[in-house]
């Protein structure tokens, strides 16, 4: 079953500016990830945060959680077109047995 | 450090055929043990994911097996391969963790399979 859902779909910027992408999602949750997967490979993870937390920071990457709305973003500061991929954000339920991936945002960054 | 590995990394198969996709997991113990499908353009399907040996949940029915003979062993299979079986195939670990408690994953580089 759907769980996460991330928006936009796809996001085209050029270097330097920020990408932010939204993951909304339906049950409670113990926490959400995010990933990212470069073309053709396995998914690395990002960042981690826990349902009582609002706010993380991870070199150029900050996520925030929104319990009440249900939702999360991730920010992505002075984008490079390394940072070109695709980014899932994951929910681990508390009724659920594993993450639950959503589909991804396609992040592509042009010099 | 823990490292995963699959193989093999690419896999044509005729329709009808067997599959048997093959993931370890280096450097941890008792590790949770997951495979995805990832379809083109989509995103991670969960299939099977294993908390110890001989422990199997599948997520959806499918034409699709799992085992794990070993604690850092996970292996995916089939008897007779559908076109629908097509796809990227992800092992990923994860350390063990309660029910509802899942931490970050580590994901294999993954196969891709072509059933034709």
């Known amino acids: 079953s759907q769980q996460g859902e991330e928006d936009p779909q796809a996001l085209s910027i050029q270097e330097g500016e920020n990408a932010t992408m939204n993951c909304s999602y339906k049950t409670s949750i113990n926490n959400l990830q995010w990933y990212r997967q470069n073309s053709g490979r396995g998914l690395v993870h990002l960042i981690l945060?826990?349902?009582?937390?609002r706010e993380k920071h991870s070199g150029r990457l900050r996520v925030t959680l929104d319990t009440s709305k249900k939702s999360s973003s991730l920010l992505i500061t002075a984008s490079r077109a390394a940072d070109t991929a695709s980014y899932f954000c994951?929910?681990?339920?508390?009724?659920?047995?594993?993450?639950?991936f959503g589909k991804g945002t396609t992040l592509s960054v042009s010099s | 450090s823990q490292t995963i590995h699959q193989w093999p990394a690419t896999l044509v198969q005729p329709v009808g055929s067997p599959l048997s996709l093959e993931c370890t997991v280096e450097?941890?113990?008792?590790?949770?043990l997951y495979w995805y499908r990832q379809a083109a353009g989509r995103g991670l399907q969960l299939l099977f994911y294993?908390?110890?040996?001989?422990?199997i949940s599948s997520e959806v029915p499918q034409n699709l097996s799992a085992s794990r003979p070993q604690d850092r062993q996970f292996i995916l299979s089939s008897k007779k391969l559908l076109l629908s079986d097509s796809g990227f195939y992800l092992c990923?670990?994860?350390?063990?963790?309660?029910?509802?408690?899942?931490?970050?994953?580590?994901f294999g580089p993954g196969t891709r399979l072509t059933v034709l």
């Open positions: 450097g941890t113990s008792n590790p949770n």
């Open positions: 945060i826990r349902s009582n937390e």
């Open positions: 994951a929910t681990d339920t508390q009724a659920g047995t594993a993450l639950i």
């Open positions: 294993s908390v110890g040996i001989g422990q």
């Open positions: 990923a670990w994860s350390p063990l963790g309660g029910p509802g408690l899942h931490n970050e994953q580590f």
